[in-house]
């Protein structure tokens, strides 16, 4: 059953949300060549403490860090490291964070430097398939309706959907129901109801759709080619949605 959140819990989500959001403007001054994941790591949970929160992601199913940090070919779940940043990476965050038990979770991709055309298409029009499934959302249409306006923005843009990660809800606990894939059809899945929290987050790639898990963690493209990855948490209200992890 997908959970109704109370206004309570709703005040709760927001301060999460507005927590992670304000990590991920203190990371973006650090983004340059020369720094390693690892140091964002360490700034990111200091922030995370300082607004007496707890990092979402730490100790999760046992990841060791406060944040994913994926490189290029890397999609989701980058454990910081001593890599040090280099012209032209891209770069995943994904930032999670738990105030007053209650979740918010957001993921950008940056490029370090100016990027490559190939690069810049892929993150530009990631983001863009984000607020594409976004823009659609409100009390009555189904959980399908996002995930086929998710798939149609991508397949014309002739980018890979990575069909076996999704997003999913979020309160309470970081990972709750439903699934939320990035492709799909109209009018199926769950009805969506005001007060439902839902973590939508596409993850594409400029090539295959295949992927390997490379390590404990690191889930990579199978063919090298590079990845991005957008996530925002919202919430379904009755006239459309609100973004909750923004400033």
Known sequence: MINIKTQEEIKLMKRAGQIVYKTHQYLKEYLKPGVTTNQLNKLAEEYILSQKAKPSFKGLGGY???????INEEIVHGVP????????DVISIDIG???????????YTYIIGKG???ANYLV???EKALYEGLK???EGIRLGDISHQIETYANKYKLSIVRGLVGHGIGKNLHEVPDVPNYGHKG???LLKAGMTLAIEPMLTLGSEQINL????????QDKSLAAHFEHTVLVTKEGYEILTKG
């Open 64 to 70: 060791p860090k406060t944040i994913c940090t994926s």
């Open 81 to 88: 490291s001593d890599y040090k940043l280099k012209e032209n």
């Open 97 to 107: 964070a738990c105030y007053q038990g209650y979740h918010g979770d957001s993921a």
């Open 116 to 118: 490559t055309k190939e």
């Open 124 to 126: 530009n029009h990631t």
């Open 136 to 138: 659609i959302i409100r």
């Open 188 to 190: 199926m899945g769950p």
């Open 214 to 221: 490379t390590s404990k963690w690191v889930i990579t493209t």
